[in-house]
């Protein structure tokens, strides 16, 4: 990539232990029919800035999520990892038949999706080896 970040692969079982994050500056309620709605402001950065004056940008863009995405939705606090949303999405959805990877690969594609669109961020837990003497966030090692 020329300009892009440089995208690292996870292993499977990083993937699972990661922990969706919700985005502050999305806000979210419900609606009258139970289901969640998000609203995230624009971004101000320069291209936002180009776009809006040669286009009609709104301000913010709303959201509605179903009940499946809704029930992820809510799960995306912080504190639940992704193998968690997985387990409750099927415990939750089992009237539906639906096997573990068939869970997961719904919940994932989910969580991808709003990833994309900056809804939520995903923060990686690694496990440190025990001679791994790199500090966090510096891939330097120490001479």
């Known amino acids: 990539m ?3 970040r440089k995208k690292t692969r996870l292993s499977k079982e990083d993937a699972l232990a990661a922990i969706p994050v919700r985005n502050t500056s999305v806000t979210f309620s419900r609606n009258a029919s139970g289901s969640v709605c998000l609203t995230a402001e624009r971004q101000k950065d ?3 800035k180009i776009l809006s004056s040669v286009f009609q940008v709104p301000k913010r863009k709303t959201i509605e999520l179903d009940e499946r995405g809704s029930f992820v939705w809510e799960r995306c606090d912080g504190e639940n990892n992704v193998r ?3 387990q409750a999405y099927r415990e939750r959805y089992v009237k539906d038949k639906l096997n573990y990877k068939e869970a997961e690969l719904q919940v994932i594609e989910f969580l991808r999706m709003l990833a994309q669109k900056r809804l939520i961020a995903m923060a990686i ?3 440190e080896e025990p001679g791994d003497k790199t500090t966090r966030g510096n891939n330097r090692s120490r001479k």
Do not use: A, Q
């Open 2 to 4: 020329l300009f892009g």
């Open 46 to 48: 320069w291209r936002t």
């Open 84 to 86: 968690n949303v997985v």
């Open 125 to 127: 837990v690694r496990k």
